[in-house]
């Protein structure tokens, strides 16, 4: 287990944590290195020498939602707070990659991996969040259901189609149309918003632990199949792997060793 577990988290907190643990480790264990590896690269094919510009649009996804976390303070009023979490909460609910590579560490355990797991609509628009995390819960019902409970297409829905208003006291949703209005208590807005955003940053730090904290630079691992071998790069500084290279030699390595553990060692994540 890479995650730690600490007495002054909440239940919902330990859940996140515990589930996101469970479904990298499952994942990793299953002995399907190459199909782990591209989906920690976002679930995207895979070349001979891989860069971190695979992943490039996820750092961006986290430089933003950190930058704005930042702008949050007790210097604001709370009503300002609230619509700078309103637009953490819809930048982390629309990233394709979450759902995406979720799916994907569902499906590697059986030597499965979709790069488009969700199927265009009308071969056009991307699926929907919620149906995405239905296609999830009907592959995992234990992540599915958790993911429910904070992912939230109201909220989305009304802040992003600027049909809202926000009160003292509460949040009014669809406020322009007053047979579909739904109101929300100011906490239980804020325990939405402040759940979306701790599922955010466990499951980047769930991810970036895979990525720096299993794999040694120069570790072999077999690719779709025994006659593909490929060396893994991994940034020396760092330690997070970052590419792929092909090669003649046979598997090793000392994740070898990690992965047939039966239990990992906690980490502090970074």
């Known amino acids: 287990m890479l995650m730690e577990i600490t007495n002054d988290l909440t239940s919902f907190q330990k859940r996140v944590l515990l589930s996101l643990d469970n479904l990298f480790e499952k994942a990793f264990k299953t002995g399907y290195d190459f199909l782990f590896i591209q989906t920690l690269f976002g679930a995207h094919p895979l070349s001979l020498t891989m860069t971190q510009e695979a992943t490039s649009s996820i750092f961006e996804t986290v ?6 976390d930042q702008l949050v303070s007790e210097n604001n009023s709370q009503k300002n707070n609230l ?3 309103l637009s953490i909460y819809c930048h982390i609910y629309e990233t394709n990659f979450i759902p995406r590579i979720i799916y994907n560490l569902i499906t590697i355990r059986e030597g499965i991996l979709d790069c488009l797991p969700f199927k265009l609509t009308n071969n056009k628009w991307e699926m929907s969040p919620d149906r995405k995390i239905k296609q999830i819960a009907e592959k995992d019902k234990v992540i599915g259901d958790l993911m429910n409970e904070f992912y939230d297409s109201k909220i989305r829905n009304a802040f992003v189609h600027s049909d809202y208003i926000l009160t003292d006291e509460k949040i009014i949703l669809t406020a322009d149309r007053n047979m579909k209005r739904v109101v929300y208590p100011k906490n239980d ?5 402040d759940n979306m955003h701790f599922f955010f940053e466990a499951f980047i730090q769930t991810w970036m632990a895979y990525k720096i904290e299993i794999y040694n630079n120069g570790d072999v691992i077999y690719g779709n199949s025994k006659m ?4 893994l ?5 760092n330690h997070e792997l970052i590419g792929l290279e092909s090669t003649d030699e046979e598997p090793n390595g000392e994740y070898l060793k990690r992965r047939n553990c039966n239990k990992q060692e906690s980490g502090k994540i970074i």
């Not at 430089?63 to 704005?68: A, G, K």
């Not at 790069?233 to 500084?237: D, P, Q, W």
């Open 63 to 68: 430089h933003f939602v950190r930058y704005f």
């Open 83 to 85: 619509r700078i979490g």
């Open 189 to 193: 807005l804020a325990n939405k918003l």
């Open 228 to 231: 593909e071998r490929y060396k």
């Open 233 to 237: 790069i991994v940034n020396a500084e």
